[in-house]
């Protein structure tokens, strides 16, 4: 079988189902694992994948996420190849396509495998008062994160309370209006924007009652494998997380 992924975490995930000599593609968003995935055909990005390029690859399977990529790219690709699409909004959605997956590839002993260990992990989550948090993936405009994304899911599950759960997909914030819902935590991830110490001065100035932390966006929101390492992070942020602005 040859496979094509357009979804970062799942092509690092096919490594991990010892699947690499089936991989023929991926999009240059996928980084992971770095010594292994250079040697993978890149056919584009995530929103604006290469067709043509995809094409002549000859994919027998290729997947693709309600998140990530763009339904016109999706039924576009149907028309000369499989293409399985995950809908990820929540972890136990995230841990379904990871048995879905395996169980589609023949790799039912890796994946079961992989959410013992993501089980595991979740196990282990620490007793800790939940704090009100607002978790940040752009600058100008400035976007958060609602209630029906998988980013949300991982916050509630850590006991951070999103105060824009009410809102859908990832809505513009007016950083000034901030202040006034005063959450413990504002979050600033490393991804998709790139925020910086810079970034977090700047927020600080208009929250100084709350306490701006710089965190790893894969851990929020890269799910398939990398869950299991993300979520033992987490555990150990959680843990010791104070009321001070930083990096973790």
Same mark, same amino acid.
């Given at each position: ?66 998140? +990530?990529?763009?339904?016109?790219? =999706? ?5 000369? %190849?499989?293409?399985?699409? %995950?809908?990820?909004? %929540? ?43 607002? #978790? ?33 997909? #990832? ?12 959450? +413990? ?14 970034? =977090? ?21 890269? #799910? ?8 033992? +992070? ?15």
């Amino acid at each position: 079988m040859r496979i094509i992924s357009l979804v970062p975490s799942f092509t690092e995930m096919l490594f991990d189902f010892e699947l690499q000599d089936q991989i023929v593609g991926r999009t240059r968003f996928c980084e992971r694992p770095a010594h292994k995935v250079k040697d993978i055909k890149v056919i584009g990005g995530t929103k604006n994948p290469k067709i043509d390029k995809i094409k002549q690859l000859k994919p027998d399977f290729v997947i693709a996420s309600k998140e +990530e990529n763009r339904k016109r790219d =999706v039924e576009e690709l149907r028309g000369f %190849t499989h293409v399985h699409v %995950t809908d990820v909004k %929540t972890v136990k959605d995230a841990m379904a396509s990871i048995h879905e997956l395996g169980r589609l590839l023949g790799r039912e002993k890796q994946a079961s495998k992989i959410l013992s260990a993501v089980k595991r992990e979740m196990g282990r989550i620490p007793l800790i008062k939940p704090a009100t948090a607002a #978790y940040f993936i752009w600058r100008k405009p400035w976007m958060s994160v609602g209630g029906d994304t998988y980013i949300n899911d991982v916050m509630q599950q850590w006991g951070l309370e999103n105060i824009y759960a009410e809102e859908k997909r #990832y809505p513009e914030i007016i950083l000034e209006k901030l202040a006034d819902a005063q959450p +413990e935590f504002i979050l600033l991830s490393s991804e998709p924007f790139p925020f910086k110490e810079k970034h =977090v001065q700047e927020v600080v100035q208009c929250c100084p009652n709350s306490s701006v932390v710089l965190i790893d966006g894969q851990w929020f929101s890269w #799910y398939g494998s990398r869950m299991v390492e993300a979520f033992g +992070e987490l555990n150990e942020w959680r843990a010791v997380i104070k009321g001070e602005s930083g990096s973790v």
